[in-house]
């Protein structure tokens, strides 16, 4: 059973940084891609980061490149998001997601696991 739960969200001020956490557990996939998305109040869900850990390759949305960093330990079968320069655009619901396979969609309906999310407030 493929769990996602994700941590570090907070409220912080404009300028400021904050680190997201997704702990996984309930697999051991070595080609997965694991991203990052976020969800506005009355917006819709964006993709914000993603990475492929078959090579490592990232991407990033271009309202956060410069600014945000994707990682992933795998000692501890944990992803990370590093936000700075954060600005109220960046107020958001935060979810990680999971797609297992060759490659990272571009279709965030084609990841198959997703965490509860954790709230980000810019002000």
């Known amino acids: 059973h493929v769990q996602l739960v994700e941590s570090g969200g907070g409220s912080v001020q404009a300028g400021g940084s904050l680190r997201l956490s997704c702990d996984s557990s309930?697999?051991?996939?070595?080609?997965?891609?694991t991203g990052w998305f976020r969800q506005a109040s009355g917006k819709e869900r964006e993709g914000v980061a993603n990475?492929?850990?078959?090579?490592?390759?990232?991407y990033y949305a271009d309202s956060v490149k410069g600014r945000f960093t994707i990682s992933y330990d795998s000692t501890k079968s944990t992803l990370y998001l590093q936000m700075n320069s954060l600005s109220p655009e960046d107020t958001a619901m935060y979810y990680c997601?999971?797609?297992?396979?060759?490659?990272?969609?571009?279709?965030?309906?084609?990841?198959?696991?997703w965490g509860q999310g954790t709230q980000v407030t810019v002000s």
């Open positions: 997601a999971a797609r297992p396979g060759g490659f990272c969609p571009a279709d965030e309906n084609e990841f198959d696991y």
């Open positions: 309930g697999y051991t996939f070595s080609r997965i891609c």
């Open positions: 990475i492929y850990r078959g090579n490592g390759k990232t």
